[in-house]
Each structure stands twice: as structure tokens, then as C-alpha cells.
């Protein structure tokens, strides 16, 4: 399973009381409830009791208590509707303070041991001190779509929504964008990120711009070519028949007894 993550380290004021919250349930060893084709052993049953169970479908998990209840409902449309669209999965994650792994693998153990679909996202804030790690991770067969350079401008983009304390608008921009690429890939056009949240599809002007300097030179350097050997054709030419000329020249015709012979006179 492919994992790509970045990660924005933002400084942050005090956050606003709010009142959203999600239940988990309890792991044992005789119900760890995982996917089934998570295979458990000795080295991820500890990881896996200590990861949080939850209902999949639930989609936003806001453990740190950023969003409002209201937010939390308009968030879970919009997610929704990504969802139908795409049969992607996409899970919100926020956790506050000390985990008990890095927040990375905290994440990887999120989506893993929980029943999400295999082909996903998941956008996990984690605060700490007042200042928020942001990361986006692809699950399955979505890398192709969610590149490295793009996580790197969707991160980048949403990261000033959270810097203004606007944590909801960088939520719901970052699954706008997310949307957004999504059906960008599927008519296959390049696309990118516009100043207003929006992907708009874009023209690689630089490659247009290389490729015509290197089919310029290709063909100035092709009729150069053809000219060059244009004149090397007609110089031989030139030379052969000179030599030619010269050897008719040197022919001298002799009658003998009614017989034409021809000798060269070297």
C-alpha cells in the first residue's frame, strides 16, 4: 500500500470552544475489529489495540474539537458527495497534544485498522502547542492522481485557512480540491490550484515552449544537413565528370584493316 504524506507546521492563537465529538468503540483481542485482510500478529497487535475503532462511514473523526457541530454537518456533505462521485474514500482526522505514535504512522494505524475503503485519503490535523501538522496520505490506487507535487499545493494552499483560524474553510477547501483533481484526472486534463481554492485546467506552456526550440533545431539542423550533402553530391559530380573528360580526351581512335580499337593513353 502506497503512503505519501507532507506535513505544515503552523503557529496558531487560541481556539474557539466547539462542541463536535465522535464515539470509538473498544478493541480486544477477541474483537480487534479490523478489515479482514489485515493480517494480525505479534508485531501490529499492540498498534492495532491502541488505534482507535470507529464507524466508517462517519468520515470526520474531530478528536481535538476544532469544528462546530454545524461545520462538522456541512463538512460531512461535502465529503459525501466527493464519495458518490469518486467511490473514493476520504477521512478527516484531528487529534490534539501527545499520541502515543508519531503522527504519521498515528495515521497509517487510523485508516489501516479501521474499515475504510483501500482506495482513499485521509487529511489528518494534528495540534500540538498551539501549532497544527497537516497531512494528506493515499491509499491504493489514487498516488496517480494525488502526486507528490500535488499534496505539496494542496497542503500549501490550505495552510493559510488554519494560519487565519478558518480550520473549517481549509477543510472544505481541501476536499474541493481534492474533488477537484479527481475529475480534472478523469477527462485528463493538467490541472492546477487557482488563488480562489478552485482547480482550473492549466496549459504546460514551458514543455510547449521546449518542445518548439528542440523541433526548431531539429529541422534547422536537418536542412543544414541536406544542404551540406546537396553540395558534396554536386561537387562529386562535378568531379567525375571532369575526370571523365579527360579520359575521352586521351582516347585516340586508331582504323586498322577496317577495325576500330581504342587505347589509353596513360
Known sequence: MRKIFLSIMLFLGSVNVVFASTKTYERTTDNLRVPSNVVVNEENINYILNTKAVDASEKIYD?????TEKEEKKLYKEIDSFVEDTALDLVILTEKDNLNLDSAN???NFYDYNNFNRNGLI????EVDNKFNIYMWTSGDVYGIYTQKRIKDILEYIHVSFD???TYKGMSDFVKIVHGFYIADKKGE?????STGNVIKTVPWFDIIVLA???TFVIIFSVFFLKKKEKGVEKNIRNYLNTEKVKLEKIEEKFLGGR?????KK
Not at 63 to 67: E, G, H, P, S, T
Not at 123 to 126: A, D, K, N, R, V
Not at 260 to 264: C, G, I, K, T
Open 63 to 67: 478528536f481535538a474539537n476544532i469544528l
Open 213 to 215: 526550440v528542440a523541433l
Open 190 to 194: 493538467l490541472a492546477k490550484i487557482d
Open 260 to 264: 576500330v580499337l581504342r587505347e589509353n
Open 106 to 108: 498515528y495515521a497509517f
Open 164 to 166: 487565519n483560524k478558518d
Open 123 to 126: 487529511f489528518f490535523i494534528h
